[in-house]
């Protein structure tokens, strides 16, 4: 974790961590199968007080959760390998400062990946970008969409139901 720590945030592993973990959420020893560690900075989801100026009712500070940071770490690793789509992620440890999770990511060009029975859905072109829509499992966990009720007021989406929900 010490040498987590001192590399770069976005780095590109050989093989995963949680073997057992990565397997069962889709990761296959293929070409076109990439593994990535992302590191996340705890806190700082609190907005600061300000010190000036009239004093408002309450002074306080407000968290801000409307992604969790699994959903943060995906949609960073998206970014920087911008031609790779995500499949999933998990946590791989945490510290006082950060949090590691790794993402295995696909690269839907591949025709080892186009003939694969398990992972050639990837390929289709409405999947494409779909940790920036939500449509990952930490996204769609996030978005409140794991339980099935009326009384959750996610559903459709939020958007849907006047941002009544979250």
């Given at each position: 974790?010490?040498d987590?720590?001192?590399?770069?945030?976005?780095v590109?592993?050989?093989?995963?961590?949680?073997?057992?973990?990565?397997?069962?959420?889709?990761?296959?020893a293929?070409?076109?199968?990439?593994?990535?560690?992302?590191?996340?900075?705890?806190?700082?989801?609190?907005?600061?007080?300000?010190?000036?100026?009239?004093?408002?009712?309450?002074?306080?500070?407000?968290?801000?959760?409307?992604?969790?940071?699994?959903?943060?770490?995906?949609?960073r690793?998206?970014?920087?390998?911008?031609?790779?789509?995500?499949?999933?992620?998990?946590?791989?440890?945490?510290?006082?400062?950060?949090?590691?999770?790794?993402?295995?990511?696909?690269?839907?060009?591949?025709?080892?990946?186009?003939?694969?029975?398990?992972?050639?859905?990837?390929?289709?072109?409405?999947?494409?970008?779909r940790?920036?829509r939500?449509?990952?499992?930490?996204?769609?966990?996030?978005?409140?969409?794991?339980?099935?009720?009326?009384?959750?007021?996610?559903?459709?989406?939020?958007?849907?139901?006047?941002?009544?929900?979250?």
């Open positions: 974790m010490i987590w720590r001192k590399s770069q945030t976005i590109k592993v050989d093989k995963p961590l949680r073997l057992d973990r990565a397997r069962a959420l889709g990761y296959k293929k070409k076109g199968v990439v593994v990535v560690r992302v590191r996340i900075g705890r806190g700082g989801r609190k907005r600061k007080r300000v010190n000036k100026g009239r004093r408002s009712k309450r002074m306080t500070s407000k968290k801000v959760l409307k992604m969790n940071y699994k959903w943060v770490a995906e949609q690793a998206a970014r920087k390998f911008r031609n790779l789509e995500v499949l999933n992620s998990y946590q791989i440890g945490k510290d006082g400062v950060n949090y590691f999770f790794e993402i295995i990511m696909i690269d839907p060009t591949r025709p080892e990946i186009k003939a694969d029975k398990e992972l050639g859905w990837i390929t289709r072109k409405e999947n494409k970008g940790v920036f939500g449509l990952t499992s930490a996204g769609k966990k996030s978005r409140g969409l794991r339980k099935k009720s009326r009384e959750m007021k996610v559903r459709p989406s939020i958007r849907a139901r006047g941002r009544k929900g979250k």
